[in-house]
């Protein structure tokens, strides 16, 4: 079962301007997360923001969570061409047993130089 | 650098076979995981662990099982390979006190023909 869905399902942008990906989902949870995903490869953990935070900062990353709306968002800041790759929100909740998340079907992102 | 090793990254099998997918880590972490990505279904939950010889079905474990003997090992079994099984395997881990992100490994993409 999918919980979070990633909007839109495909950006593409140039170098140097801002990506915002939007993740919606369904449930109450402990906390969501986001993953990048190179081309063939596994994911990665980019960051994780707990339901009583409302936003959090890694870098070049921005996510922000509205639990009232259920929804979060990442914002990558001044891309660069290898922030090509597809991203993942992924959702720990109560109703699915607090070890497992749910993953969502991605955004994926091209960045041309 | 901490590690989630799947043993194969590439593998054809045949139908009916027996296939033994292999997934390593070396972070001491209790709990691992194996899901399966599919074009536009994302990732979904095969079976995961939470301690030697525990398992869990996740929620697609049909024509699946696992073997959890050492906490470093993680092992996904397809009894009888289908080609409907054809994917990509993505295994997982983390560690046990909950609020964490996942490491994976870099994924095998199976084919059965």
């Known amino acids: 079962s999918q919980q979070g869905e990633e909007d839109p399902q495909a950006l593409s942008i140039q170098e140097g301007e801002n990506a915002t990906m939007n993740c919606s989902y369904k449930?109450?949870?402990?906390?969501l997360q986001w993953y990048r995903q190179n081309s063939g490869r596994g994911l990665v953990h980019l960051i994780l923001?707990?339901?009583?935070?409302r936003e959090k900062h890694s870098g070049r990353l921005r996510v922000t969570l509205d639990t009232s709306k259920k929804s979060s968002s990442l914002l990558i800041t001044a891309s660069r061409a290898a922030d090509t790759a597809s991203y993942f929100c992924?959702?720990?909740?109560?109703?699915?047993?607090?070890?497992?998340?749910?993953f969502g079907t991605g955004t994926r992102l091209l960045v041309s130089p | 650098d901490v590690k989630v090793t799947q043993s194969s990254r590439y593998l054809v099998k045949r139908t009916g076979e027996k296939v033994f997918l292999e997934c390593v880590q070396d972070?001491?972490?209790?709990?691992m995981f194996w899901y399966r990505q599919d074009p536009g279904l994302g990732l979904r939950l095969i079976y995961f662990?939470?301690?030697?010889?525990?398992?869990e079905k996740g929620d697609i474990p049909e024509g699946y099982s696992v073997s959890r003997e050492k906490k470093e090992r993680f092992s996904l079994i397809l009894e009888s390979a289908s080609t409907n099984q054809t994917s990509m395997y993505l295994c997982?881990?983390?560690?046990?006190?909950?609020?964490?992100?996942?490491?994976f490994g870099s994924g095998t993409r199976l084919t059965v023909v």
């Open positions: 997982a881990s983390r560690a046990g006190t909950g609020g964490e992100g996942y490491t």
């Open positions: 662990s939470y301690d030697v010889k525990m398992k």
């Open positions: 923001i707990r339901s009583n935070e």
């Open positions: 449930t109450s949870i402990n906390n």
């Open positions: 992924a959702t720990a909740s109560m109703n699915t047993g607090f070890q497992k998340l749910v």
């Open positions: 972070m001491d972490h209790e709990n």
